[in-house]
């Protein structure tokens, strides 16, 4: 039997179907099914219990996955071992990037690729850290806003100071508000949240106000375009508009305001999960992020 078979059914455990672990390891469905079925046969007992609509262990599965967990981290130890011996790190690191995150975050990847050539990163778009982490099958996944509860470790990486802003041609038209309740005679462009509910409350220091939008989205790319096209007022971190604020693109209004912050965080599994180049990767976003504010 092959090593890579029996990762595999230790994914599938961990997923609890052959569907999630075949998207998080990017392999057609009958792949893992077939893969499963002659490990089974290899050993000579069936290890899930499968029906149309749930896969769980048998007895048998479940001594198995117990033993097998701790021969792979033995095997994965030891792995990690002779690279750290030969100064290579090697691995495949997937990474969940929100989205407009892309330009910011990549002059940090392509350092820490440079400096290990044999790690091999794979980027993907995400909307929500905590269930594209297990849908997609991440290794680390950039988060913004509330957390949930899960077995994922979340470090704050910054905390994103949000701005009011529009278009210049969106005020030529439609005129400046100058005060907190005068928002509320404007187009809105707002974003939702991962957890569904829409960021329409907007909090002030002394006070808030509630917006009834003309858009939504919870891609904040799409809220930010959506603005600078003279769409609506937004409220949008200045960290991912920084180049359009400068360019005179976007217009920050009612700057007098304090207004609130959003906290970035990182997801990654319980440290003993994680391989090396993971490890390492997760030190170097922690200590460079927080520099781009």
Known sequence: MKVDDLKLFLKVVELGSFT?????????RANVS?????LEQSLG??????????LSLTTSGEGYVENLQKAVDLLDFANEQVSNKNN?????IKIGLLPETNELVQPILFDFQDKYPHVELDIR?????FTDMFKQGLDIAFHGGELFDSDLVARKLL?????IVASPNYLKTFGEPKTVQELKDHHIVCSRWPSGEIDNVWQFQDESVEL???LISNNIGFVKNATVLDRGIGFIPKLLIRKELESGALVQILTELTLTQETGWLLYPQPKTLSQASRLLINKLIEETPKLV
């Open 20 to 28: 999630a672990a075949a998207n998080a390891l990017d392999l057609p």
């Open 34 to 38: 077939r893969r499963i079925g002659e």
């Open 45 to 54: 007992t069936p290890l899930f219990h499968r029906t149309t609509r749930s």
């Open 88 to 92: 290579e790190v090697r691995g495949k």
């Open 125 to 129: 778009n995400i909307n929500n850290g």
């Open 159 to 163: 905390m994103l100071d949000k701005c």
């Open 212 to 214: 009834y939008p003309k």
